[in-house]
């Protein structure tokens, strides 16, 4: 199982530049139309090149966030997990 840190929770006007096209590919599947304004949170995947992008709007608890992690294979630290809990 990889490990999940937060590289950073940006409203979408203020995201850098690199995880654009994560966010545009995450958003395609969960069918989502971005506003400027939506909080995203992105986790860097210890161990590989890859993020994970959460649309916080979209999640009610951490369960559901644990949950969509460990589908992929992965879990958050303790850290950005008490980071993202203040988000939601």
């Known amino acids: 199982m990889f490990v999940a840190t937060l590289a950073?929770?940006?409203k979408y006007a203020d995201l850098p530049e690199k995880y654009?096209?994560?966010?545009q590919y995450k958003?395609?599947?969960?069918?989502?139309?971005i506003n400027e304004n939506d909080d995203i949170a992105i986790l860097d995947i210890t161990g590989?090149?890859?993020v994970h992008v959460l649309f916080l709007d979209l999640y009610k608890?951490?369960?559901e966030i644990d949950e969509e992690l460990k589908a992929a294979d992965a879990k958050l630290n303790h850290r950005s997990k008490q980071v993202l809990e203040g988000y939601l």
């Not at 958003?27 to 139309?33: L, M, R, V």
């Open 48 to 50: 590989t090149e890859s």
């Open 20 to 23: 654009g096209p994560f966010v």
């Open 61 to 63: 608890n951490m369960k």
């Open 8 to 10: 950073g929770v940006f």
């Open 27 to 33: 958003a395609s599947i969960d069918d989502k139309t």
